[in-house]
C-alpha cells in the first residue's frame, strides 16, 4: 500500500509533527465567524439588520465563513429572501442551556466550528443571554457591531460589553453612556447600524406596484407613520398587560400631535411640487397607523396625489422602493438608514419614547435633517425641511452622498477592528 502523507504524520517519524502540522492548517484555513442577529420579522429594518451585516462582511472580509445564529422567529419567508442574496448561507437556530448544552444539534456545531461571535446590530444587547452563556460555556472571543446602550431596553450589561473584543454604538449618546458607567471594552467607538449596509433588492415586485399606482421613478417620496410605542399587542393578537395599555393610552394621546405635521409636509409638497406622496410601512402596524391619522385626515386634492400602500412588505421590495423615489421622510428610523445607506435622502422624526438611536443622524452629517417631535421649535422647521428637499433634489442627493461616505469609511474602519481579532486566532 502506497505511504500517504497521511500515514507518514501517524507513524513514529511523523508523530512529534502532527500539532505543528493540526496548528499550521488552522491558520491556514478561512476565519470563521458566528453571527447573533435576526431579532424579529415584523419590522422591515430589524430584519435589514442581519443581510447589511452579511453584505458587509463579504465585502471586508470576503475570505471568511459565516453563519448566521438567528432567533426562533426567523420566518420560512425572510430566509427565502436572505437566501436569494446570499445562497451559501447557512441558519442555526436554538439557545444554549445551563448545562453548556445547545437546544439543536445545528447550534452546538456551529459553536464548535466558529472562531468569534459577532453580535450584530440592535436596540440594545439584544442576545446577551446568548452571549452570556456564550462567554460561560465556548469561551471563545466575541464582538458587539452596532447597538445602542442606556435606554430601557437596556440590562445589566456592563460585564458582557467589558469582556467583548470591541463594541461599536450605533450612536454617540450610547457611547458616551457606556463610557460614564465604566464598560471597559479595548475598543468602543461609533460604529454604523449594520442596516446601513442592507443591499437586498427586490426589482420586479417594486416596479410592478410602482406601475399599478402610477408612480415614476423620482416623481414621489416616501413617507412612513408611527406611533410612540409600537402596538406589538396587536401585531402579535395578545392580550394585554397593565403596561400596554398604558403605552395605547399615550399613543392615542400624542397620535394627532405626531401626524399632524406629516400631512402638513404632505400637503406642502404636493401643492407646491409635481411629485406624488407613497404612504407606506416600516413594520405591520403602520398600514392601520397610516390610513388613519394620515391619509383620511388629508384634503381631497391632496389625498388624489398620495397612494397609500394597504400590505405589508419585505425588507427587499422596500429598499427598491426607496431606490426609485426622491426621498424618505416620516417617523421610523431604519428605512432612513437604509436609504443614506444606499444614497437616498431621508429626513428622520423622533421623540422621547424611542431609544437615543436617533441621534446618529448627527453623527453621521445629517443633524439639520433630525426633528425632535417633543419640541415644537423643531416641529416648525419639519415642513420647511421636506419641501427643500423635494424642490432640491440634487442637493439632497449630494447630501445623502456625504453622509453615505461617511458611514463606508467607518464600515471599512469597522471591519479592519473584526479582522484583526480574527487574525489572532
Known sequence: MPITRRHFLLGSAGAATLPAAILAQSKTRAPRILLRSSWQV????????????????????????????????????????????????????GSLGTDGKASTAALQEALTWCDFLLHGSGASLVAAKDVAAFLKHVGKPYGVYGITHGSFFSGDDKELLSQAKFVFFRDSVSLQTAKSQGITSPIMEFGP????????????????????????????????????????????????????????????????????????????????????????????????????????????????????????????????????????????????????????????????????????????????????????????????????????PAAARAKAARARQFVNKRQRETMRVLRAELQKR
Open 42 to 93: 415584523v419590522n422591515i429594518g430589524d430584519i435589514a439588520h442581519t443581510p447589511g451585516v452579511l453584505a458587509l462582511l463579504e465585502k471586508y472580509l470576503p475570505d471568511a465563513e459565516v453563519r448566521l445564529w438567528a432567533s426562533s422567529d426567523l420566518s420560512a419567508e425572510v430566509i427565502a429572501m436572505e437566501h436569494r442574496r446570499f445562497p451559501k448561507l447557512q441558519i442555526v437556530k
Open 193 to 392: 447600524d449594520g442596516a446601513f449596509g442592507c443591499d437586498l433588492r427586490n426589482d420586479g415586485q417594486a416596479e410592478a406596484f410602482l406601475r399599478a399606482h402610477d408612480l415614476q421613478t423620482g416623481q414621489f417620496l416616501c413617507c412612513i407613520p408611527r406611533l410612540r410605542y409600537t402596538p406589538y399587542w396587536k401585531i402579535r393578537n395578545q392580550e394585554m398587560t397593565d403596561e400596554q395599555r398604558r403605552r395605547a393610552a399615550r399613543n392615542d394621546e400624542m397620535a394627532e400631535h405626531d401626524h399632524a405635521p406629516l400631512r402638513a409636509a404632505i400637503t406642502a409638497v404636493v401643492r407646491e411640487t409635481k411629485l406624488k406622496v407613497l404612504l407606506c410601512p416600516e413594520d405591520m402596524s403602520q398600514m392601520e397607523v397610516g390610513k388613519q391619522w394620515v391619509l383620511d385626515k388629508l384634503p381631497p386634492d391632496v389625498r388624489a396625489r398620495v397612494v397609500w400602500r394597504e400590505n405589508f412588505w419585505l425588507t427587499d421590495e422596500a429598499l427598491s422602493t426607496y431606490l426609485r423615489s426622491a426621498g424618505l421622510f416620516g417617523l421610523e428610523m431604519h428605512s432612513p438608514i437604509m436609504c443614506i445607506g444606499n444614497g437616498i435622502p431621508a429626513i428622520v422624526g423622533r421623540f422621547q419614547e424611542q431609544t437615543s438611536k436617533g441621534f446618529m443622524w448627527r453623527d453621521i452629517g445629517l443633524g439639520d435633517w433630525l426633528f425632535d417631535f417633543d419640541q415644537e421649535a423643531e416641529i416648525a422647521r419639519y415642513v420647511p425641511a421636506v419641501l427643500a428637499l423635494a424642490k432640491n
